[in-house]
């Protein structure tokens, strides 16, 4: 099962709007698709991710955001614990700025970004891809590290610049179809990836 989960604090969400194009694609047959939005508030995170994660038991989770300052489709590597001081949508920001007083400074996703941007910039879609390692220490940081945590590593982040700035929304739903069939492919082709799924499918299913 996968389940794929769209995120974004502009007033015209390219990335809400991109997911609904990779909705409309599909990922084919074998893929069972989960569209959830999340609001752009720290307690909403902690607390709906978890019932998420336990609810559907996903293979994978990719969540994706819109970043002003991107003009590529970009692939975060990996989520950060610290350093949250702006405020949500809520005016509210964590106390400790750190989404885990005791956890590590950073997680990363057990795909290899590198490897899944060099396969879709191949494809000849006319889009551009890259991979970053900073997702911005504001929500979309926060909501990967937690995804990370609660997944061990078996989740994504995919940025998105703002409509028309290159892309329009059916451009950036080939993009998300086509990264997300490549991250698939990586998955299904690295046995230790199905491990740690059912790994964490057997700890959830002793609790």
Known sequence: MRWFEP?????VNSS???????EKLGLGGAVDLHVCEVPVEYQAVQSLLPSLWSKHQPQLVVHVGVSGLATTVTLEQCGHNKGYKRRDNCCFSP??????????DCIHSVLDMEAVCKRVNNTGLGITFSVSKDAGRYLCDYTYYTS????????AFIHVPPL?????????????????QEMLKLMEEDP???EVCNHAHRQQHDH
């Open 95 to 104: 106390t400790s700025q750190c989404c885990m007083e005791d956890g590590p």
């Open 7 to 11: 995120f974004g604090e502009h007033a």
């Open 192 to 194: 230790k990836h199905e």
């Open 164 to 180: 028309g700035k290159p892309y329009s929304s059916q451009e950036l739903g080939r993009a998300l179809q086509a990264v997300v």
């Open 16 to 22: 809400w709007v991109a997911v609904q194009e990779l």
């Open 148 to 155: 990370l945590h609660l997944g061990q590593g078996r989740s």
